[in-house]
């Protein structure tokens, strides 16, 4: 990758000079500048392709040149000396040419289309001035097609921008959606009805500037986007900490979009944080309290009861045992570890997941090693990733290196003077490049099509060549393992191509199970460190905090078994956590068991719950307001945007502020989130940088709180008039500085502030533009979150002698069991969401052909599968891809137990 130097020329736009970055395209550093230049086909994530013709602007030679020329200004490089207007009479005349050309065949049905509103399309319609319709001949029409549980699909409404392909297949990397047909009769769609099948195909709702691609989840409950409450939220669904906005109507959460965020997510989302909010919606919320009467049946409690009964639990409760949650917010953690103290406090998982997370944490604070956002992974010019499916456990980031792969294309490209944003050029050009990434997976990989070379093996042979790439890149990297000829050789160009790297990027997460594999892959970190090279590090962890809650004191849920086996519990308090999920079900219920009294808080009904002395219900994601930390150590806020007027639902943390303090009465409680807050950086010295870094509750600018509607909200006073005519006094919120109202500041507030986006002539997600410095660039006043591990390093790394804890095959007909991942399934919140849940698998064991022969069985077959004194029966689906002797098993879907992976195993037919 070559250094990037930035030159400023002079360019004279409507008579006034402007100076801006050589290189750029016309269009981009207008919209930068402010200028409301209508468009359809450009997106400052796809480049410029000049297919809509609808950029018009007027470029004139010289200063005594009074006629110019149109040019489109998406295509037109920034030089110095260039003279351009957007105000010619000309240019506007064609451009309302192009609009009216557009709408020939587009359908008067605005109304009831559930993009209007915020359709860039009406937005540009206005820009351009075309007003009136003359063409009285018969529409072309399109048949639609189903497309699956999130996407809904009215070819109708088309204009033929090409956004939808481009995004799709060239961005994304998805093969199932593509252009049809020629001149008037394009179609965009599958061959066939089908679900859509890339796990990134609801970005075409905001991609699509038209209402052809719309959100099929906010349909079932659709209300106009101007009649929504708004407030920013960070995705729940996996460890990457995605923006997101949450939309509320009538007291229900209706839709979630993208939230822009340079660093992290950019302008997209996978389908799982985009649709995976339904599950606050589920018929499994808990509403109301409960208690387990002397019949051992859980009965409703009424709210009335709840503070005497939790009373009663706790009475003479010496000894108070707390597990947390890496799918809880910061300070509903911290609460129950102030509550019980560091020694009774457990993080809720495994002691394998425990002991993986702890040992990435400690790797990325003490080593010096560059963690990157994924916005730089998308300028690495060499990635080698190490056994993590990551489409299936951190999607984004997968995304994210698939644009890494065009780098290459870029370099070759500024060869030839072709610049960047010219998508299409740039395609074309690279048509027959490779890239420089590589893969090490069991199984087939979502990059495996971009990849320069993807090595197929078992965890162990994965921990073999990365081994081998360490010690070709530093000789005082520990001895590799036997290995076969084929791994040296392959071991031979990836250690060259990391080592020349100037910007290389290493991946892995804690999902194989496999501690060799994560040291093997911080191994060759080191080795790159010590050679003098200044890799980057990604780890996927597990949830969405996970990483805030590994900064916290505490031990695993197995340490947790021991101190019941040895002590007595008075009371369990278990936290937004279904432990069946994390551990063995036998250690699960000895632990229960042996607790005098069991309290669960949780927002949906589960195995655990189902457990409880008292069951306490909690608010969602929505319904509060909290402090996530994502795997590269960003702390970021997440707001509240449905007021929950149920008061028996209550945030975690106040269920818990209540327990305290009546098990101890010198113990006043937190006012609002930020004492909670202000206690935990205090008490926790890893976060103490970020007192005052987060807009308190009492925040305000001109005076004036940050309004969750948008000037345009409508139906205040009538939406609730079948309950009374009379304007109730608007909600209160005591955690953020936004109000339940279209009254406050109605200007842009600060970057992590943002509810929605508006501005004038601009209803769109275009309005974007009036939000950031420039296109792709940071948002104006800086990107959300902290990123606060960053400055903890303070050794020099050191390597690790690679402890395998894969298990050999032993017995006869034995197979070596890994963990498979599925997007969709595999985390629990979003299981419970209708639309992600049309989307799961069934349970599968995937075999290589030569072992479904061994066991005398067809793809397809029911089978049993052994696995420590566990049996299940699966369904078997071939691959290939796996070497004899290896098997992967789907893990943590609907119905399925834990599994403690790797492991060996036996498979049965029936």
């Known amino acids: 990758m070559s250094l990037e130097i930035k030159y400023m020329v002079t360019i004279k736009i409507n008579g006034k000079d402007y100076s801006v970055e050589k290189g750029k395209s016309l269009l981009d550093v207008s919209l930068a500048l402010g200028f409301d230049i209508p468009h359809f086909c450009f997106h400052p994530a796809l480049g410029s392709v000049g297919a809509c013709r609808m950029c018009a602007v007027k470029k004139y030679r010289d200063a005594d040149d009074q006629k110019g020329r149109i040019v489109m200004s998406c295509m037109e490089p920034v030089a110095d000396g260039l003279i351009i207007s957007t105000e010619d009479e000309e240019v506007k005349t064609f ?39 003359k ?59 089908g679900t859509l099948e890339s796990e990134f195909s609801g970005n075409l709702v905001e991609v699509c500037p038209t209402g052809v691609f719309t959100d099929k989840t906010a349909h079932k409950h659709f209300t106009r986007k101007w009649d929504l409450s708004n407030a920013p ?81 706790l009475y003479n409760s010496n000894k108070i045992v707390g597990i947390g949650s890496p799918r809880a917010s910061l300070e509903a953690n911290y609460s129950l570890l102030s509550l019980t103290g560091t020694d009774n406090f ?29 916005k730089q992974m998308e300028n690495a010019d060499v990635t080698f990733i190490l056994g993590e499916d990551l489409v299936n456990t951190a999607p984004r980031m997968a995304l994210a290196i698939r644009q890494s792969a065009r780098n290459i294309l870029n370099e070759d490209a500024g060869i030839r003077r072709i610049p960047e944003w010219e998508d299409q050029a740039v395609r074309d050009l690279g048509q027959l490049s490779s890239s420089h990434i590589y893969i090490a997976s069991p199984v087939k990989d979502y990059l495996d099509d971009i990849a320069k070379k993807s090595f197929k093996g078992s965890y162990s042979d994965i921990t073999a060549l990365a081994a081998v790439i360490a010690k070709l890149i530093d000789k005082e990297a520990p001895e590799p393992p036997k290995h076969t000829k084929a791994i040296k050789e392959l071991a031979r160009e990836m250690a060259d191509a990391l080592k020349h790297a100037k910007n290389p990027l290493i991946v892995s997460g804690i999902s194989s199970g496999d501690t060799a594999l994560l040291q093997a892959t911080f191994n060759i970190s080191t080795a790159l460190l010590k050679s003098k090279v200044n890799p980057m590090l990604g780890i996927a962890l597990h949830e969405s905090n996970s990483m805030g809650l590994a900064l916290l004191p505490g031990e695993s849920l197995q340490k947790a078994s021991y101190t019941a086996k040895n002590e007595n519990i008075d009371t369990l308090i278990i936290l937004e956590n279904d432990l069946y999920r994390r551990d063995d079900s036998i250690l699960i219920d000895e632990l229960i068991q042996k607790s005098n009294n069991v309290i669960v808080i949780d927002t949906l009904e589960n195995k655990t719950t189902q457990k409880a002395d008292l069951l306490l219900p909690a608010s969602a994601f929505s319904e509060s307001t909290g402090t996530l930390v994502s795997n590269e150590g960003r702390a970021q806020r997440f707001y509240k945007a449905v007021f929950n007027k149920n008061e028996a639902v209550r945030d975690s943390w106040r269920w818990i502020n209540e327990l305290k303090k009546i098990h101890n009465n010198k113990f006043k409680g937190w006012d609002n989130i930020d004492s909670l807050f202000y206690s935990l950086t205090d008490d926790i010295p890893v976060f103490s940088n970020l007192k005052g870094k987060f807009p308190d509750a009492g925040f305000r600018v001109l005076d004036r709180k940050i309004p969750r509607q948008s000037i345009r909200f409508s139906g205040r006073t009538s939406m609730y008039a079948n309950l009374s005519v009379s304007e109730k006094k608007l909600p209160q919120d005591p955690d953020s500085p936004f109000a339940y109202s279209m009254e406050g500041f109605q200007e842009n507030p600060p970057s992590s502030l943002v509810p929605f986006y508006w501005s004038p002539g601009w209803n769109s997600v275009q309005a974007l533009y009036k939000y950031v410095d420039k296109a792709n660039g940071p948002l104006k006043g800086g990107n959300p979150g902290v ?28 197979l070596v069991i890994f963990p498979v991942y599925q997007i969709f399934g595999s985390e629990e919140l979003s299981s419970e969401a209708s639309g992600v849940s049309e989307r799961i698998k069934k349970p599968f064991l995937l075999l290589n052909s030569d072992d479904i022969t061994k066991i005398k069985a067809s793809a397809g077959d029911i089978a049993d599968l052994e696995i420590n004194n566990t049996i299940i029966s699966i369904e078997i689906v071939m691959d290939n891809n796996l070497k004899p002797g290896v098997a992967g098993v789907s893990v943590q879907l609907p119905g399925m137990p834990y599994l403690a992976l790797p492991a060996r195993g036996k498979v049965h037919i029936n």
């Open 787 to 814: 990123l606060f591990l960053d400055s903890l390093s303070s050794e020099q790394a050191k390597y690790f002698n690679i402890t395998s804890n894969e298990p050999g095959i032993t017995g006869k007909d034995e």
């Open 233 to 313: 939220s960070i995705c729940t669904h996996c460890s990457l900490g995605c923006n997101t906005i949450a939309g509320e109507r009538y007291d229900s959460l209706r839709r979630i979009r993208n939230r822009y965020n340079q660093e992290v997510n950019g302008y997209f989302l996978c389908d799982r944080g985009r649709f995976g909010y339904e599950f606050v919606n589920n018929e499994k919320r808990l509403k109301q309290a409960f208690i387990r009467q002397k019949n051992n049946v859980l009965t409703p409690l009424a709210e009335k009861e709840i503070v005497d009964k939790i009373k009663k639990q």
């Open 135 to 193: 063409f009285d001949f018969k529409k072309r029409t399109h048949k639609n097609q189903y497309l699956g549980p999130f996407v809904l699909h009215e070819m109708n409404r088309c204009i033929q921008c090409y956004r939808c392909v481009r995004f799709y297949r060239d961005y994304a990397g998805g093969k199932d959606l593509n252009v049809f047909g020629s001149h008037n009769h394009v179609y965009f769609g599958r061959f066939e009805d």
């Open 346 to 374: 457990f993080h809720g998982i495994s002691e394998k997941e425990f002991q993986l997370t702890k040992m990435a944490l400690k790797y990325q604070q003490h080593s010096g090693v560059r963690i990157p956002t994924m």
């Open 95 to 133: 451009r309302a040419a192009v609009t009216e050309g557009l709408m020939t065949n587009h359908p008067h049905d605005c109304p009831v289309c559930d993009e209007g509103g915020e359709c860039h399309l009406q937005d540009m319609t206005v820009m351009t001035g075309h007003n009136y319709r």
